[in-house]
């Protein structure tokens, strides 16, 4: 009876086991080699295709430096890095394929489903050593430099995915890229949970990018970038980026933190940031633009705690296609902390934001649309805010007796320090319709010169429970109206 009883064990722990084993694959098997020298980017991409086509499984990388070119992956194919498993990027720029819009990558997909990166292991591609040989070859006058700039516009990121479904990217470490880190365009139920970006090998060097994704989940992440760190965009006008959820990160940037923009030709919808962290960012912790004709609305930010940074919030309207008008409707900010600083928040980086415009004083957090375009619908509730205050009148670029004199710059790009300076301390808000400001405590530490709030064109506004916290500033009005209608404090 014994005997038959492990006999049955051992039939149910192969009949359990057996598609496990048959569907996985150790990249050894396929001759790809973990020596850092050889380049694998043929023994790569044929295990790749061999396990797509029979039927899917996964490819194990085990303790190593495996370097390689561009792989495509392919669906039903799951890439597993282990815990000290390095997959290698080659350094030379023509190991690099380029995918549909002509995004080099080093690894890439297009049209997949049911794909996979996981693992703790770590995909470095060695950027800054790519950047400058993509560089070396501009100025040999091999490869062309759209922008002109002498600085490459066009260089390998780590991850180009582009109209997949069902991806999951998980527990890896990204480092080292030499452009965009990973972009996810118009792909259907994303999973990013638990991996950590480090980019900051060169210039505009994005840590994430969601790009008219319909679907996505980020969770639990950290990422440190030169450029904006978290980035939704949307690049087509038939399309949107919808029903995305950012929860639980850890966000430094060059730039912003969490950043809505700034390309937004088709949209924003139905976006959930929650319980999230910025810190020693040069930008905004949160931004969120409408600037290239998209919809953008029910946007519900929640729970965000952001210290050290340049800007707390900035939103804003532009339109810098004639004719492509935005929108911008519903946003919903909540339960936010942030603390400003009298200095610069990144630096000794390697790749700072660029001073601008000094000197100047600090700037507000802004919602600003246009003068036919307004935001409407805006709700700002249990949050604080705590600026340096001190501002001086000697360097003062606007006063209140001539807001008109604010441009409205519907073409430039849009960043907070766009009009380099603005005549309020905690909030400057124009061309906007219903803004509702609920338990807001605003800070400043020094006495600042400014008023915390200037509503300038704003049509129904009601702020209740809000306070003021300025040294030497009993009798001072902090909540100064122009052009505003409909206003209850």
């Not at 600037?291 to 729970?303: K, L, M, P, R």
């Not at 506004?461 to 003021?468: Q, R």
Request: hydrophobic share 35%.
């Amino acid at each position: 009876m014994k005997e038959l009883k492990n006999t049955v064990l051992f039939i149910c722990f192969l009949l359990i086991t057996s598609p496990l084993l048959a569907n996985d694959y150790q990249a050894s098997t396929f001759g790809i080699k973990s020596d850092g020298i050889t380049m694998n980017t043929r023994s790569i991409q044929k295990a790749i295709d061999y396990i797509s086509a029979t039927g899917g499984g996964m490819l194990k990388f085990y303790v190593g430096r495996y370097l390689t070119g561009s792989i495509h992956l392919k669906s039903n194919v799951t890439i597993y890095l282990g815990e000290g498993a390095v997959l290698v990027g080659s350094t030379n720029p023509y190991d690099y394929d380029q995918e549909l819009n002509n995004w080099y990558g080093l690894i890439l997909a297009n049209g997949q489903e049911n794909i996979a990166i996981i693992g703790k292991g770590v995909i470095d591609g060695q950027g800054r050593i790519l950047a400058n040989n993509f560089l070396h070859q501009v100025q040999n006058g091999i490869i062309k430099d759209e922008l002109g700039l002498d600085r490459v516009s066009n260089r390998p990121m780590l991850l180009y995915l582009r109209s997949c479904k069902n991806v999951t990217i998980e527990g890896i470490t990204l480092t080292n890229a030499s452009f965009w880190t990973d972009t996810y365009d118009q792909c259907q139920n994303l999973r990013i949970n638990k991996i950590t970006v480090n980019s900051t090998a060169y210039w505009n060097n994005d840590g994430m990018d969601i790009v008219d994704c319909n679907g996505a989940l980020i969770t639990d992440c950290y990422i440190s970038s030169s450029d904006d760190a978290i980035c939704l965009k949307s690049h087509d006008e038939k399309s949107l980026c919808q029903n995305i959820e950012i929860r639980n990160c850890v966000a430094r940037s060059g730039a912003n933190g969490i950043k809505l923009g700034t390309a937004s030709t088709g949209g924003f919808k139905h976006i959930k940031i929650i319980n999230n962290i910025v810190y020693d960012t040069f930008r905004s912790a949160i931004t969120v633009q409408a600037v290239d004709g998209g919809q953008v609305e029910n946007i519900t930010i929640d729970s965000l705690h952001a210290v050290n940074v340049g800007n707390p919030i900035y939103l804003v309207v532009g339109e810098r296609r004639t004719g492509h008008r935005s929108r911008m409707d519903n946003i919903h900010i909540s339960n936010v902390y942030v603390e400003v600083p009298a200095t610069k928040p990144d630096a000794g980086y390697d790749y700072e934001g660029p001073v601008e415009g000094n000197p100047r004083n600090i700037s507000p957090s802004s919602i600003i649309g246009l003068a036919d375009n307004k935001i409407t619908n805006i709700t700002i509730k249990n949050v604080e805010i705590v600026y340096p205050g001190g501002g001086d009148t000697h360097i003062a670029k606007v006063g209140l007796d001539e807001l008109d004199k604010v441009k409205e710059m519907p073409k430039s790009y849009p960043e907070f320090s766009q009009h380099k300076e603005l005549p309020a301390w905690g909030f400057y808000i124009r061309h906007a319709d219903n803004v509702v400001f609920k338990n807001v405590k605003l800070t400043a530490k020094k006495k600042d010169y400014r008023p915390a709030i200037v509503l300038d064109d704003v049509d129904g506004g009601v702020f209740t429970g809000t306070k003021f916290n300025e040294p030497d500033s009993k009798k001072k009005v902090e909540i100064f109206t122009y052009k505003s209608d409909h206003i209850k404090k």
